[in-house]
C-alpha cells in the first residue's frame, strides 16, 4: 500500500485546488481499492455485490445531515456484482446503500497547522459521534492528510492584502517537520475503540504526511522558484513507520478486523 507515493505524486502533477473535491476523490478511490484488496470479506462481498460504496454520501442524523466521504454498506435489492463502468477501480460498486457499516473522514492539514489540526480533532469528534448515534455497530474511522513543507502556497490568499501568498510552518524554534510530529501526537488522544461497547471514539485513524509547497500552482512560479522543493512522502519521522497504531496499514487493518467481527455472520 503506497498511498503517501500516489498522492504525492498527484499533487506533483496537479497542484492543490482547496476549491475542488479532486483531491478527496483520489485519495477515496485509493482507500476503497485498499480496504477491498486486502480484507478478505469486503473483497468477498463487494465482488457478490452484496455490499456497495458512495463517496461524499449525505446522511440525516436527527437534525444534522452527516457528510462521509466513503460510506460502505449494503445493497438495495438483489446483489449486483460490479463492472468496469459503474464501480470504483472495477472492485465494488458504486449505488447507494440500505445500511452504513463503514464510514470513513476525509480531512488534510496543509497550511496553518496550529489552528487546522484543532478544528481537524473536533472534526473527527463529531464524526465518531454522529456514526455511532447512527449505529453502534458502524466502523467509523478517519484518514488524515499533514503537509510539513517549509512554505505552502494557497489560492485562496492571492490578492489579500492582510494575508501573505506563502504560509511558513518553520520557526526559529522547531522545523516544520518538527511541528507536524507534536500534530501527529495530538490525533494521539483520539481513543480508538476495540469493540462496540467501548467508549466513545474512532475504530481507526490513518495518518500519511507529504511534503508539497504548491508553488507551481501559483500564477507566477517563478516569483517563489528559490523556495520551491520537490513534492515527495516526508521521511520517518515525521512519516509513521509500520506497526504505529496511526499508520495507514494499521487503519485498513483495524476497519477490516473490525468490520469482520461485526457482520462476518451477517
Request: charged share 20%; hydrophobic share 35%; with cysteine.
Amino acid at each position: 500500500m503506497a498511498i503517501a507515493d500516489e498522492f504525492a505524486a498527484y499533487l506533483a502533477a496537479k497542484g492543490y485546488d482547496p476549491r475542488s473535491s479532486r483531491h478527496s476523490d483520489f485519495l477515496s478511490e485509493i482507500i476503497v481499492r485498499d480496504l477491498v484488496t486486502n480484507c478478505p470479506l469486503i473483497g468477498e462481498r463487494a465482488a457478490r455485490g452484496q455490499i456497495v460504496a458512495s463517496l461524499r454520501h449525505h446522511q440525516q442524523i436527527g437534525q444534522d445531515d452527516w457528510v462521509i466521504d466513503i460510506a460502505i454498506g449494503t445493497c438495495a435489492g438483489a446483489p449486483v456484482p460490479p463492472d468496469a463502468a459503474g464501480s470504483s477501480l472495477g472492485l465494488i460498486r458504486m449505488a447507494s446503500h440500505v445500511i452504513i457499516q463503514i464510514a470513513i473522514e476525509l480531512k488534510s492539514v496543509l497550511t496553518e497547522h496550529g489552528k487546522a489540526r484543532r478544528n481537524r480533532l473536533r472534526d473527527f469528534g463529531a464524526f465518531h459521534g454522529h456514526g455511532h448515534t447512527y449505529g453502534p455497530r458502524t466502523v467509523v474511522a478517519a484518514f488524515l492528510v499533514i503537509n510539513s513543507s517549509d512554505f505552502f502556497y494557497s489560492p485562496l490568499n492571492l490578492g489579500k492584502e492582510k494575508r501573505s501568498e506563502l504560509n511558513t510552518h518553520s520557526s526559529k524554534r522547531r522545523s516544520a517537520r518538527q511541528f507536524v510530529k507534536e500534530s501527529i501526537d495530538l490525533f494521539r488522544t483520539i481513543h480508538l475503540r476495540h469493540s462496540e461497547a467501548d467508549g466513545p471514539g474512532l475504530e481507526a485513524l490513518g495518518v500519511i504526511v507529504i511534503e508539497h509547497d504548491n508553488i507551481n500552482s501559483h500564477p507566477d512560479p517563478s516569483k517563489y522558484v528559490h523556495l520551491r522543493k520537490p513534492t515527495q512522502v516526508a521521511p520517518k519521522p515525521p512519516s509513521l513507520p509500520l506497526g504505529d497504531p496511526l499508520s495507514y496499514e494499521s487503519m485498513i487493518q483495524r476497519i477490516c478486523t473490525h468490520y469482520t467481527h461485526r457482520f462476518g455472520a451477517s
